[in-house]
């Protein structure tokens, strides 16, 4: 047992890296002063991404100084695990700088929607001395960035395809689009960590959550009082507990609970029969008291072919409690409204939308639930995520650094110091900062950190605003 006593786990960023990276402070060129490198998304999945999730990591993460109890912890544990630790490096770090990193980063407007292969950040040492840093922080940066980035773009991706139906076939789009998908995400994700950071990216676009801790990241990380909202709901749990015999009590006990006026209340529908549960139980039985209760309803099904099921409640439904034509000539659910949670992703979203519209309902009856779609079924492949350099400077001298693989032209890095231009509603364009014309007049990327100060902070609004008039251009490219 070592006599050290450790930092809480993930506490020390000396370790919150790659083995091989605690190596390169031997590996750089002789003279090396500077170190720069970038982030993009090189494609994948997505054309485009919702930037996102940088100024959590900055202020949970790398705003806290390294300290001595750092270095030995880390010295400790890369002696046995055999890897040449930079122990003096480090401490030059803590009496030079008192902990604080020397390094810059510069990034996009969080929320900004951005075709890939456009640079999205970039990282440079501020400190000749500690050129090595900026390839130290790749690991966790990398990370910080992909993960909320790519669960804001699926996100982003149903609000789009959400936005566009609504617009077609529904009354006040722009009032309904905030509660169309609702995150279900937290018990199927890795981490409580993803889940609030993941269910934060959500929010980015949408307000309905069931994750928790997305609105406690939302308070520490983006200034948020509260940044989404729920309504009560049931589990299969408290519909079964009451006994298939006694299924119609447990539906008409959700009503006298929660069916006020004006209230909202989801009921899953499908623990035993979900057609018979809509047409025979709420639709006949149940009708009565849900209409008087002045409250409206939530059909929930939880299985079967999504786009189908979803269809045929909402036949029966409209058959019991009957429909109203909106102003675009789409048929509205009177009391009662539909959530599919059950196997959703983005193309079963888009095909329970399509079957409605083609059977003459508006998207307004329906709501989605996304769960492992949303937070937990991508990787940093999903959107071909990299951090590269692609210049450093040695002896005073910059010089290009790429690399340009012959088995995967894909996999080609940009050349030079870099920085994206433009605007989300100009358009965008990565240039380089290294030639005669210097830094462009319309530079986008901004100093969000530098030499242990986040020197820029944005708040949720901000970010919600700049990435709904993003969206917006997506769902307008959107065909039916």
């Known amino acids: 047992?070592?006599?050290?006593?450790?930092?809480?786990?993930?506490?020390?960023?000396?370790?919150?890296?790659?083995?091989?990276?605690?190596?390169?402070?031997?590996?750089?060129?002789?003279?090396?002063?500077?170190?720069?490198?970038?982030?993009?998304?090189?494609?994948?999945?997505?054309?485009?991404?919702?930037f996102f999730g940088l100024q959590a990591w900055l202020r949970e993460y790398l705003s806290t100084p390294v300290t001595r109890d750092d270095i030995d912890e880390a010295d400790a544990i890369f002696k046995l695990h055999g890897e040449p630790f930079n122990r003096e490096g480090w401490l030059r770090l803590v009496d030079t700088h008192g902990g604080r990193l020397p390094v810059r980063i510069r990034a996009v407007p969080e929320g900004s929607v951005v075709p890939a292969h456009h640079v999205l950040a970039t990282v440079e040492n501020t400190d000749p001395e500690f050129f090595w840093l900026t390839s130290y922080l790749e690991t966790e940066l990398l990370r910080a960035i992909w993960y909320p980035t790519t669960v804001a773009t699926v996100s982003a991706s149903a609000k789009a395809t959400l936005l566009r139906y609504l617009e077609a076939n529904s009354d006040d789009p722009h009032g309904q689009i905030g509660f169309k998908l609702h995150d279900f995400g937290a018990r199927g994700v890795s981490s409580n960590e993803s889940a609030a950071l993941g269910g934060l990216a959500h929010l980015v676009n949408f307000l309905g959550t069931d994750t928790v801790m997305a609105l406690v990241a939302a308070r520490r990380w983006y200034d948020c009082e509260m940044a989404g909202f729920s309504i009560p709901a049931a589990e299969h749990s408290t519909i079964t507990g009451w006994g298939a015999a006694h299924e119609a009590d447990a539906y008409r006990n959700m009503v006298r609970q929660f069916g006020t006026p004006g209230a909202i209340f989801a009921v899953v529908s499908d623990s035993y029969?979900?057609?018979?549960?809509?047409?025979?139980?709420?639709?006949?039985?149940?009708?009565?008291?849900?209409?008087?209760?002045?409250?409206?309803?939530?059909?929930?099904?939880?299985?079967?072919?999504?786009?189908?099921?979803?269809?045929?409640?909402?036949?029966?439904?409209?058959?019991?409690?009957?429909?109203?034509?909106?102003?675009?000539?789409?048929?509205?659910?009177?009391?009662?409204r539909i959530i599919q949670g059950d196997g959703i992703d983005l193309r079963s979203l888009r095909l329970c939308l399509s079957n409605l519209h083609h059977n003459g309902f508006a998207a307004e009856n329906i709501a989605f639930g996304m769960g492992g779609g949303l937070l937990q079924h991508c990787n940093r492949d999903t959107m071909q995520w990299a951090m590269k350099c692609s210049a450093m400077q040695v002896d005073g001298q910059w010089r290009e650094v790429y690399k340009q693989p012959v088995g995967d032209p894909s996999k080609a890095s940009k050349k030079g110091r870099l920085t994206l231009a433009g605007s989300q509603a100009q358009g965008w364009r990565t240039v380089r900062i290294d030639g005669a014309e210097g830094a462009p007049a319309d530079d986008a990327l901004q100093t969000v950190f530098e030499n242990g100060d986040i020197v820029r902070s944005q708040s949720f609004d901000e970010v919600r605003a700049r990435a709904a008039a993003g969206v917006q251009r997506l769902a307008d490219s959107f065909a039916l």
């Not at 190596?23 to 060129?29: D, I, L, T």
């Not at 029969?273 to 008291?289: H, S, V, Y």
């Not at 059909?299 to 029966?316: C, H, M, N």
């Open 1 to 50: 047992m070592s006599a050290l006593s450790p930092s809480p786990l993930g506490r020390n960023l000396l370790l919150r890296t790659d083995s091989y990276k605690v190596s390169h402070w031997k590996q750089y060129p002789p003279g090396t002063q500077t170190v720069f490198s970038y982030i993009e998304s090189r494609g994948g999945a997505f054309g485009h991404g919702v």
């Open 273 to 336: 029969d979900i057609f018979n549960a809509c047409d025979r139980i709420w639709g006949t039985e149940l009708k009565e008291l849900v209409e008087r209760s002045g409250a409206t309803l939530v059909v929930r099904p939880d299985s079967g072919d999504p786009a189908q099921t979803v269809l045929k409640v909402a036949q029966i439904l409209a058959a019991r409690f009957g429909t109203t034509t909106n102003a675009k000539g789409f048929r509205v659910l009177r009391t009662v």
